[in-house]
């Protein structure tokens, strides 16, 4: 069963966060908005303890909530069409 999260991060560097999105490579993540990712992980073995740890390790002073999320559905605006297209193609379906 795939888990997914969502992250809001304040205080990283654009190094801090190029670090952690090499850290996520194998790993189905987003982050078409400043200090927001989503996380879909398909191995089961992430927590949101565990993402916070990892963010933590890449970046010790920025704030950092986690949340394990059961998404149904999801609905933006102004994103432009490679961000729609992975949130399509990895995130449960977009909200009508």
């Known amino acids: 069963m795939t888990k997914y999260f969502s992250i809001a991060t304040e205080g990283m ?3 801090e966060e190029k670090t952690l ?15 927001f990712w989503l996380l879909r ?6 927590t949101a303890a565990s993402i916070r740890d990892t963010i933590r390790s890449v970046a010790p002073t920025a704030r950092v909530m986690v949340l ?8 933006g605006s102004s994103l432009n069409q490679a961000n729609r297209e ?11």
Request: proline share 7%; charged share 25%; hydrophobic share 40%.
């Open 68 to 75: 394990d999320v059961e998404p149904a559905t999801w609905a």
């Open 13 to 15: 560097t654009a190094a």
């Open 21 to 35: 999105a090499e850290a996520w490579r194998s790993y189905g993540w987003w982050h078409g908005i400043a200090n």
């Open 41 to 46: 992980d398909h191995t089961e073995k992430m």
């Open 86 to 96: 992975w949130l399509k193609s990895y995130w449960p379906p977009e909200g009508k």
